[in-house]
């Protein structure tokens, strides 16, 4: 097998080119290599992102928060400006796996996977973010709806596209994100369900919602009945609850024997997304903390 280390997103896409669809992007391999020793994945050429300057690195930039696409779990969660911007990233960030995991796996390989509970994915999924993809046909911005084509498959194609960095914009004052997760025990594996939420409160007032769930669907899945629903609303308690109630329209929970069943999670989806809501009502000063 070829091992590169690329020194640019723009030499890592040019060694996947030559590569002729068998050489694979590889950051912190936390799956890859998994699935290589597994027999799912047999590439002729890997393409090391770690040495990439232009996508290592956290930085604001044009009102925007930039995480370069080999910035590793770990990086983000320990982050003064993620912290301060986004901590509910922070904590999603931090939530993946163990700490070893955390160390070499990065956000963008966790939304590239397309897993559907992937934490730091979830955390990221209500920030608007946009994913900068490089290709033969040049640079690209796609929008988290876009990353996913089905269960488990991402609409990337990793033997021609890099993803340079992810641009995540800054968050008003009255802007709040959170994340929470509902895990068996301490287990290392995905969690059983998990919620993430931003929304813009003025006045106690709900502006908009995005309200994202897993593993409910394809990837970080939209509580669209409940964002509609809560704009224009108060925050209250009873608006939160009737949020969670509303978020089982668009959820489509399945069994699973490590994980739950489909009508446990139905039970617990709602109690999660009022807890999401919960913490951005604390936050914006409407609940003691």
Do not use: C
């Not at 290589?36 to 994945?41: C, E, P, S, T, V």
């Amino acid at each position: 097998m070829n091992y590169i280390i690329a020194k640019s997103a723009s030499e890592a896409l040019e060694a996947l080119i030559g590569g002729g669809g068998r050489a694979l992007l590889i950051a912190g391999g936390s799956d890859v290599m998994v699935d290589i020793q597994a027999g799912k994945l047999n590439p002729e050429t890997l393409v090391d992102v770690t040495a990439a300057e232009d996508m290592k690195g956290i930085r604001i930039e044009d009102g925007q928060l930039v995480i370069g696409g080999a910035v590793t779990l770990t990086e983000i969660a320990r982050s003064p400006i993620v912290k301060e911007h986004f901590p509910s990233l922070a904590k999603g960030a931090g939530s993946v796996g163990s700490l070893q995991i955390r160390n070499s796996a990065t956000l963008t390989g966790n939304v590239v996977t397309a897993q559907p509970a992937a934490d730091a994915a979830m955390a990221v999924a209500p920030l608007d973010p946009r994913f900068v993809v490089l290709s033969a046909e040049g640079e690209r911005q796609v929008p988290m709806g876009e990353m996913y084509a089905g269960f488990g498959r991402s609409s990337l194609d990793p033997a021609k596209e890099v993803v340079k960095e992810v641009r995540i914009p800054l968050p008003a004052a009255d802007e709040k994100a959170s994340f929470v997760r509902l895990e068996l025990r301490k287990s290392l594996s995905l969690p059983m369900l998990n919620v993430a939420a931003m929304a813009k409160v003025s006045g106690g007032v709900v502006q908009w919602a995005r309200i994202t769930m897993g593993p409910v669907g394809v990837g970080p899945t939209r509580a669209l009945e409940a964002e509609s629903w809560l704009a224009g609303k108060p925050l209250t308690a009873e608006n939160m609850a009737e949020a969670g109630r509303l978020a089982l329209k668009n959820a489509k929970p399945r069994s699973n024997p490590l994980r739950g069943s489909k009508e446990y999670r139905e039970h617990a989806l709602p109690i999660l997304v009022r807890r999401a809501l919960e913490s951005i009502a604390k936050q914006s000063s409407l609940l003691e903390a």
